[in-house]
Nanobody, 114 residues
Framework: QVQLVESGGGLVQAGGSLRLSCTASGSTFGIGSMGWYRQAPGKQRELVAT???????NYGDSVQGRFTISRDNAKNTVYLQMNSLKPEDTAVYYC????????WGQGTQVTVSS
């Protein structure tokens, strides 16, 4: 089993920045891809960004060029630097990792005011 704990969400004005962190614990040996999805009220969960152990990244179209994902394998932690935030980025952000199964964090709220 793997447990994921997210931090760093909050309220920010449009144009501002936030940094999310997510740390995995438990059976972390063999964790592969890590990343973030988000879900806004009334919408489906959508890809934000993913990163594998080789640090190859993939971004959703709506965040490309504004968000940066990174990871520290020694700390089993993935980060999401979010810049130039827009009101439409408002959502609950969920961390995930692949470790034989897909594991999800509890989610952290990001609210961007206009």
């Amino acid at each position: 089993q793997v447990q994921l704990v997210e931090s760093g969400g909050g309220l920010v004005q449009a144009g501002g920045s936030l940094r999310l962190s997510c740390t995995a614990s438990g059976s972390t040996f063999g964790i592969g891809s890590m990343g973030w999805y988000r879900q806004a009220p009334g919408k489906q969960r959508e890809l934000v960004a993913t990163i594998n152990r080789g640090e190859n990244t993939n971004y959703g179209d709506s965040v490309q060029g504004r968000f940066t994902i990174s990871r520290d394998n020694a700390k089993n932690t993935v980060y999401l630097q979010m810049n130039s935030l827009k009101p439409e980025d408002t959502a609950v952000y969920y961390c995930y990792c692949w470790g034989g199964l897909v594991y999800w964090g509890q989610g952290t709220q990001v609210t961007v005011s206009s």
